[in-house]
Nanobody
Framework: EVQLVESGGGLVQPGGSLRLSCTAS????????MIWLRQAPGKGPEWVSS????????YYTDSVKGRFTISRDNAKNTLYLQMNSLQPEDTAVYYC???????RGQGTQVTVSS
């Protein structure tokens, strides 16, 4: 059974940082391109970032470029999202998923507020 479990969300002030983690099991994590999605209240899911199976190729939506960094540790079956300079508009539930979105975690809440 494929499982993706996110952690690391929370409440942070504008300008702060958080590091999200996503632990994968039930599939060969190291062979999959992985993505982070987010969904803000009242909005549809938004793609945030992608990373290829080897971790060398990454992509970001324009609004997070230069502030967020996606990475992975295939030995630990774990995906990461380092988020710096957080802004209120980054408030959302963040999900990790396989690139085809066939599998997705339960999400972790990120709230940016003073």
């Amino acid at each position: 059974e494929v499982q993706l479990v996110e952690s690391g969300g929370g409440l942070v002030q504008p300008g702060g940082s958080l590091r999200l983690s996503c632990t994968a099991s039930g599939f060969t994590f190291g062979t999959y391109t992985m993505i982070w999605l987010r969904q803000a209240p009242g909005k549809g899911p938004e793609w945030v970032s992608s990373i290829n199976s080897g971790g060398r190729i990454t992509y970001y939506t324009d609004s997070v470029k230069g502030r967020f960094t996606i990475s992975r540790d295939n030995a630990k079956n774990t995906l990461y999202l380092q988020m710096n300079s957080l802004q209120p508009e980054d408030t959302a539930v963040y999900y990790c998923a396989t690139a085809d979105r066939s599998s997705r975690g339960q999400g972790t809440q990120v709230t940016v507020s003073s």
